[in-house]
T-cell receptor, first 116, second 110 residues
Framework: AQTVTQSQPEMSVQEAETVTLSCTYD???????LFWYKQPPSRQMILVIR??????QNATENRFSVNFQKAAKSFSLKISDSQLGDTAMYFC?????????????FGTGTRLQVTL | NAGVTQTPKFRVLKTGQSMTLLCAQD?????MYWYRQDPGMGLRLIHY???????AKGEVPDGYNVSRLKKQNFLLGLESAAPSQTSVYFC?????????FGSGTQLSVL
């Protein structure tokens, strides 16, 4: 079974600064997907970024980027130029390749507060 | 664009009551899922479906039943609600690895 660990329950960053959220996972599989989801106070689950394990290049989406270290089973999220709208819970998640249902395994989340 | 729609958004039950949560998706996705979210525990998979007429157990299926009679709908039932089922319930659908989530249902069991 796969596990996902987020060791930072809460973090705070000032507006315009950079923050990195940590995530580690455990799996015996070689091919899989990793995700970061954002959950603002509205409760909506929003996909921030996605990484395919067989791709060595780190995924980026505008101000969001990941540092994917496959050997270390680490998948951190970097948010650059933080904005007040980035305040939310952030969940790291894992799934095996499609071909069947994409059953996500989630971490426990990191609550990020962006301050003025 | 509706995407994934959950009804109701809020519900309060007494212990022992039954209810059904409805999830509808308009994206013609094959796969659908029910998750629950509890404080400090992230989201956990309750049941899922790989197509019309099929269902399968997830990580925490006890106390819940599901049905997928139509491709676009996935129902989650609680036959005899318990306080431990107080949670936020999320439905999701997918065609490949990207899941699309509904806005959640806050359920309180007193």
């Amino acid at each position: 079974a796969q596990t996902v660990t987020q060791s930072q329950p809460e973090m705070s960053v000032q507006e315009a600064e950079t923050v990195t959220l940590s995530c580690t996972y455990d799996t015996s599989e070689n091919n899989y997907y990793l995700f970061w989801y954002k959950q603002p106070p509205s409760r909506q689950m929003i996909l921030v970024i996605r990484q395919e394990a067989y791709k060595q290049q780190n995924a980026t989406e505008n101000r969001f980027s990941v540092n994917f270290q496959k050997a270390a089973k680490s998948f951190s999220l970097k948010i650059s130029d933080s904005q007040l709208g980035d305040t939310a819970m952030y969940f790291c998640a894992f799934s095996l390749p499609t071909g069947t249902a994409s059953k996500l395994t989630f971490g426990t989340g990191t609550r990020l507060q962006v301050t003025l | 664009n509706a995407g994934v729609t959950q009804t109701p958004k809020f519900r309060v039950l007494k212990t022992g009551q039954s209810m059904t949560l409805l999830c509808a998706q308009d994206m013609n996705h094959e796969y659908m899922y029910w998750y629950r979210q509890d404080p400090g525990m992230g989201l956990r998979l309750i049941h899922y479906s790989v197509g019309e007429g099929t269902t399968a157990k997830g990580e925490v299926p006890d106390g819940y039943n599901v049905s997928r009679l139509k491709k676009q709908n996935f129902l989650l039932g609680l036959e005899s609600a318990a306080p431990s089922q107080t949670s936020v319930y999320f439905c999701a659908s997918s065609q490949r690895e990207k899941l699309f989530f509904g806005s959640g249902t806050q359920l309180s069991v007193l």
